[in-house]
């Protein structure tokens, strides 16, 4: 009876192999329906029992086949084992296999965990078939031992990779990187109040590895993106979106996050969140340009010290030395209770001499502040205050530096403030200071280098702050926009921008990487550029006296790959875009912006837009550009999400791209809107580019909930 039951468990496996084979040569194919997923999500249960019976089945096979430890019946035994191994090792590769299909999980990663335990399934059963040979020769029975431990440790390890983030078994004994100290006046929002929140409390779930929902939370722009359920954050929805509701939740609530079991948020934690979103959710923005009073610099000053209350490893001073160089002119004093780093102030420029300075070089290693504001001093003098190395703040506003002595200033390494406001120094003169590299800000009000260009002064201080001390946006006069004068927007060659503005002595600054052109970084435009690749264009003009234009975009497109042939999935269910072939998405016409229904615009409502496109003979494809329109009064919004799919066979393509494009937050002119969706390199015959509308309009454009259109007029491939 026990013989005939064994014949059944290895056919059964033997069966269920040739079935993981079959399956894993023709992957590309499988689709598995909702109703088989529970199956594959079993995986996690099951992967144990093989882990642990194949450990058990090396040792007993290795050491019964080298020693006699086992007298009683060893091969039965290990028989046993094998069989039993082979049986639940092939059902948890096989549970795997249907789990890998499902969204969520990093592909480079996936593979090689996929594989390794097709490889530990095989190897279970070709090692039961041929057990008696493998018992027979020690050295094949210690390649197979060491073989099956070492594949095993390799795909547990990326197995847990998977589930629980990179280097999830290695950590604790990995050197653990530990993020450099900031300060409250460096202590930039998103970086160190935000995003260690979501690196400890959210990350271990959407990360490249395992993105649950379809969302990352690694980057600022993955965050943006949003994942399955949409954005992250809205400020025109209750709890300002889905992060701060899905914190609220109840914790035994199956969508509360973080997932019962997991490290909660604390109450501080959800404050920091909150108040971040509901100041505008900006990935630069610096804690330290808050008001004094604003819930978010208030947390700040309890997770930060600043420069008064940094740990300082110097000695404290001799106490009588203080006192004894403090006077009615010159007040030095703790920046802290219990801190050894000292500050000076200077009064009474009348009595100020140089040798003042000198004598302060006794607390050298204390001075940490010192502030000369108004008081008499010059580039000579700079010798003397170079020697206070500790130094974070020097303010010599409304001294007589001319700036010939700022090279001394160099040796300050750890400066992070410098006041030269109301003095002599130029562009020129201030170059040296590229050198400090964590000066974080520099302030040159009042001073000529102010009226200076100092594009080249930021570019090599990138981490610093110029405050000159002008804001275009407090000026009565605003300038115009740039008119962009280039026509066509399908650059079917090289082609020079062209920019135009009326009024005289206009700088016109441009960018092409989606950001707002700013009056220092930006690349000026000098009527030189040629355009040749499909682009975001975003134009600005400046004049010093003025504030400064509102932003111009607009988007060029490069044709590239060429299109053998273009169709719809679904036609538009809607008049009269039903009757438009899909040929009009690739015949290089642009559509207008006032006329929806000239037969160049392709418009969806209520349903996916699927344009599947033909490639005869596939190149390498690495985007796709697509022009649409958005039209808000006309309920004409960017596709709530954009999927690309790619394959060789229509029937069973596969995602390799999926965007949430950001939309619009309050009415705004018609304009058309490039979006080009980027991807790893591709070959293939056929592409799916799927557009979903906005399935519900926003609160401010619609309370009824009114369905939005999508519009799109021409497609490419590059």
Known sequence: MMQKFKIYLYNASFALNCLLVFLLIFEKGLLVPAWVQPVGRMHPMLLHFPIVLLVICIFWEFFSGFKSVVKNEPNVIGDNLLLITALTSVMSALMGLLLSKEDGYEQDILFWHKWGGAFISLLSILWYVFRESIRNIKLLLSVTSITALVVIIFTSHLGASVTHGENFVLAPV??????????????????????????????????????????????????????????????????????????????????????????????????????????????????????ATDTLSLLAKALFNTVETDNYSFKAADENTVKTLSNNYRFITPLSINSPALGVE??????????????????????????????????????NIAQFTNLRKLNLSFTNIKGTGLSSLTQLKSLKQLSLSGTGVDMTSLGVLSSLSKLTELIIWSTPAQNQDLATLQNKMKNTRIETGFSGDTVVIKLNQPMIENEELILMEPTRLKLKHYVRGVEMRYTIDGTDPDSILSPLYKGDYLMDNTLTLKVKAFKVGWQSSDVVERTFFKPGAKIDSISLMNPSEQDPYKKFSATILIDTKKGEDKDFANGKWMGFKDQPMEILIYLKDPIDVSSVSLSTLVAINSNIFPAQ?????????????????????????????TYTKGLQISFKPIKANYLKVVLIPVHKLPMWRSPKGYKGWVFVDEVFLN
């Open 174 to 291: 990995t050197k653990e990187k530990k993020s450099p100290i900031v300060l409250f006046e460096d202590a930039i929002i998103y970086t160190n109040m935000v995003q260690p929140i979501l690196q400890s409390k959210c990350v271990s779930c959407h990360n490249s590895n395992k993105s649950k929902g379809g969302l990352l939370m690694e980057t600022f722009a993955q965050l943006q993106k949003g994942g399955k359920n949409g954005v992250l954050w809205d400020s025109t929805q209750n709890e300002f979106g889905t992060l701060l509701s899905r914190v609220h939740l109840p914790l035994d609530n199956k969508k509360h996050m973080p997932p019962s079991g997991r490290p909660q948020l604390t109450d501080e934690e959800i404050k920091i969140l909150y108040y971040w979103i509901h100041s505008g959710a900006s990935a630069t923005a610096k804690v330290v340009n808050l008001p």
């Open 346 to 383: 200077f009064f009474g420029a009348s009595q100020f001499k140089a040798e003042q300075l000198k004598e302060l070089l006794p607390l050298k290693d204390q001075i940490v502040a010192l502030n000369l504001n108004k008081i008499p001093v010059t580039d000579a003098d700079l010798v």
């Open 641 to 669: 999400q954009i999927q690309v799919w790619a394959g060789n066979n229509p029937r069973s393509l596969r995602m390799v791209k999926k965007e949430m494009p950001i939309q619009p937050e309050k009415s705004e002119p």
